[in-house]
């Protein structure tokens, strides 16, 4: 049996509409907010809400509103620089997980005298961080309860996970109704996304049965939904369910591992800017087959959960049918299924391989996987 080591210090409200609670949470930390969010969101007027409750509040707030698609630990440091000059007390963090973790980065690092090249070069998180308060504007953020951020090196474009100071989550809001502008492609992409997560994180070497638990219900959650989302696009049930699953993943997370296809997926991510909700739904069904042996019972659940029925199937023919289940998803939503449609060339994958997996959550497969199997992986996907 797996022992268990779980901790999860962070306050947690979902619900339709909690983020009107935003100004309560707020009072116990401080009256000088930095909010990090990406421009998009004005589209939405989801930064616009955000505001008009803050000033109901009567808290003071500047707007880092430049975290653009594929930002880079730049843009940890100009916010760095505002959260200084303004003496923020808190951190809020809204939008997507790229911005949740670049604002996560400035509450690590405002407070000590470094820049953020110097974490990613190896300095330890030290000090009392900024409180941080995450807003996911999408249903999956696997670093939303972790003390772990998520940034791509601006020096050379490798992506980089590394550690925070402990608690330095304070709060998080998951509320569905922000997810409701979001398209019904990239709504599907993000749910698998979170499949890849829960699935990784499910048949991970460092799972136990609690973690399990949450990891089940989301995948069966998203098989639930992702027939829905291109069909309803605004139904809100399928948002409500997306959130929940994301939830459920982010809370598994806390206690188990993502593994080699979002390390793939990351390293792909910070190389050739590639979106990485993308890259994991072409990578998931490589995955399950690269782990069909050593996980064939944990896949044979997994199909179930998917709406197959393998009542009078063996592990290893339940664990196909879970592989080729996703694969009609993939097909059914219209996304893409090869590498090679986003214009990436092997020939660079060599580098790829090596960059994911120098990741710590390489570390807890199933199996044993070097750099070559990872090579032999991608052209699988290509």
Known sequence: MTDISFTVP?????????????????????ERVLLVTEAILYEGKTIDRVQGLLEKKGI????FDEVVPN???????EGVKLARGAHADVIIGLGGVRTLSIAKSIAMVSPSTNDMDDFLSGIQAYGDPIPFLG???TCRDPFLLLDEY????????????????????K??????????????KFTATTLMDTLLSAVEGFISSKANFLSDSLFIRSIELIGKTLPHVAEKPDDLRVRINASMAGLLTSLGLTMSKQGLGTALSYAINGRFMVPKSWVSSIMLPHVMEAHSV??????????GLLGENVTDMDPAEAAGTAIEAVRRILGSLGLPSRL???????????DIAGMARSFDMMNYLPRAISTEDLYELIKSAF
Do not use: H, W
């Open 60 to 63: 003071q707030y500047i707007v």
């Open 150 to 169: 998520l940034v791509t090196d601006s020096r050379d474009r490798t992506a980089r996970i590394g550690k925070t100071q402990k608690g330095i989550v």
């Open 10 to 30: 962070t306050e947690i409200k979902f619900g339709l509409d909690v983020v009107n609670r935003i100004g309560s949470i707020l009072s116990g930390y401080g």
């Open 171 to 184: 709060s998080v809001i998951v509320d569905p109704k922000l997810a409701i502008t979001l398209p019904a």
């Open 340 to 350: 090679r449609d986003f214009d990436l060339e092997l020939d660079d994958m060599v």
């Open 294 to 303: 050593p996980s064939s019972e944990k896949l044979a659940v997994i199909a």
């Open 135 to 137: 807003i996911p504007t």
């Open 71 to 77: 930002a880079s630990s730049t843009a940890v440091d």
